[in-house]
């Protein structure tokens, strides 16, 4: 919604959320509404996290008046360099997949047992080990970091300056059926979406940011998972059998140093923004 939209309501007084964004999983949000009795106005600010990593800073000024309103949008940063990517994979990557061991091990579900909570779990993890100015990206919907590969059968794309997928790095399937050993048997993973955490290395053939790659070269992902009435247990895919749907591969990353900020509603001097 742009700033200069005329709106029906007074959102703003009763909710931080924009009506177009009301009951969306899709995002993350933080705010908050500081009052000024002295001169009788309220402001509303707030930022919003994308699933896809874009951030938009917005304010409401009200109370007294016109109503004043800007907003600042700051799209997904460009891929990060191998060596980033590493030292990524070497902190909060090393803490997801030590966390995801950890749950295998102990033969208990994590949080409500669902696929999705030994990833959003393993990065709180993660984040209570480094700090809140170093904590990574939290998941946002599917979204788990910095995109390092995506691809269905015949076809993918890599990301990123790193050569290979790390320990730590999250697993989102959609809709995905994979081969088994034995012939005609497969797994179906993704009702319609599956998420793991990777917890093994796995080097693909030649890739380089930006490049095609068939996720048959990207070799076998050994993950662990766990699905509702199944605790937590390694298992190994094949990407070479991938038949059908879709899968993502992230890299838990520092907030601060790939999106240049925290999920706060002050946007950090010098941060490049463009206003909408």
């Keep these: 919604m742009h700033p200069s939209t005329p709106w029906d309501t007074e959102w703003y007084a ?13 995002i993350r949000l933080s705010g908050a509404v500081v009052s000024l009795p002295v001169v009788g106005i309220k402001i509303a600010r707030a930022v919003i996290l994308f699933a896809d990593l874009s951030m938009c800073w917005y304010s409401v000024t009200y109370g007294y008046g016109s109503v004043e309103r800007w907003a600042r ?16 994979a070497e902190t909060h990557g090393a803490a997801v997949a030590a966390f995801a061991k950890n749950a295998a091990a102990s033969g208990q579900p994590v949080d409500s047992g669902e696929c999705w909570d030994i990833a959003c779990e393993g ?7 480094s700090g809140p100015d170093n904590a990574p ?9 910095h995109l390092i590969f995506c691809g269905k059968p015949g076809m993918g794309k890599w990301r990123g300056g790193d050569n290979r997928l790390r320990a730590g790095d999250i697993v989102e ?12 048997a497969y797994t179906i993973l993704g009702d319609p979406d599956h998420t793991a955490v990777l917890v093994q290395d796995t080097v693909p053939l030649r890739v380089a940011d930006g490049t095609s790659i068939n996720p048959a070269d ?16 390694q298992k190994s895919y094949d990407l070479a059998k991938l038949r059908e749907g879709e899968v ?29």
């Design 218 to 233: 990207v070799g076998v992902l050994t993950v662990v998972e766990q699905t509702p009435g199944q605790t937590p247990k």
């Design 248 to 276: 993502w591969v992230y890299r838990p990353v520092s907030m601060v140093k790939y999106l240049g900020s925290m999920l706060r509603r002050d946007i950090p001097p010098g941060l490049e923004t463009h206003v909408v």
């Design 73 to 88: 949008f700051r799209p997904c940063p460009k891929p990060m360099s191998g060596a980033e990517l590493q030292r990524a």
């Design 137 to 145: 990206v939290l998941s946002t919907s599917r979204a788990h970091g």
């Design 14 to 26: 009763s909710d931080l959320i924009p009506p177009h964004l009301k009951g969306s999983s899709d």
């Design 173 to 184: 399937w959609r809709s995905a059926r994979i081969g088994k050993a034995q012939k005609g």
């Design 123 to 129: 990065l709180k993890s993660a984040a209570s080990r």
